[in-house]
């Protein structure tokens, strides 16, 4: 008797057992999934945050510029291609132009080969690549400057480095490690040349 009872209890036992293991299986299931999940996500933010995207977009005929309050253009900058960075918003430029104007009236040129603008900033630095320098020349050939590198600032203002030459018709000739200034009406302004300087007075 107890041997068949005992063969009911099991039997039943295992029924119960065989029973509640089916959602026990489905919540362990559930949770492992869900803990997945979390560890994948978890996973990807920390990527993102150590490792943000990056995909660059390139723009033909890239254009950046400032404008006035009377919506009049400061200055602009023109470029072949321009390579955006998501991130730092910054913009690889490839054969740029920069033009600074009074009024209508083009006052100064900066021309190079590579450079980066920063669009948040409106900071621009233009490089020289392969002997072709940055050469920044004013209205009617009134100033000219070349370098191997110019950054350029608010307020108009410029920084440049490497082999600095600035030529002034009529007036004098300055060579120089660096200078900086003031790109104005009259050309380049204010400037100051510093490094191995050598100059010749023009009559």
Not at 51 to 62: A, C, F, G
Not at 64 to 76: A, S
Not at 140 to 149: E, L, N, T, Y
Not at 180 to 189: E, Y
């Amino acid at each position: 008797m107890s041997n068949i009872v005992e063969k009911i209890f099991s039997a039943s036992t295992l029924k119960f057992l065989a029973a509640l293991s089916i959602p026990c299986g489905l919540a362990y299931f559930w949770y492992y999934s869900n803990e997945q999940a979390r560890i994948e996500v978890e996973s990807y933010q920390k990527e993102m945050k150590e490792n943000p995207l990056s995909d660059q977009v390139e723009v033909k005929n890239y254009q950046l510029k400032e404008v006035d309050d009377t919506n009049q253009v400061r200055w602009q900058l023109l470029a072949d291609k321009g390579t955006m960075q998501p991130s730092s918003k910054e913009v690889i430029l490839t054969k740029i132009r920069v033009d600074y104007f009074d009024g209508k009236i083009l006052k100064m040129r900066l021309t190079a080969p590579l450079g980066m603008a920063n669009e948040s900033t409106r900071k621009i630095r233009l490089d020289a690549e392969k002997g072709e320098r940055v050469v920044a020349e004013g209205e009617g050939g009134k100033s000219r400057m070349s370098a191997v590198k110019v950054e350029l600032t608010k307020k108009n203002q410029f920084v440049a480095t490497g082999g600095v030459n600035i030529d002034m018709p009529g007036v004098a000739k300055v060579t120089g490690n660096s200078a900086t200034g003031v790109i104005g009406k009259a050309g380049i302004q204010d400037f100051k040349i510093v490094g191995n300087t050598h100059s010749i007075v023009q009559m």
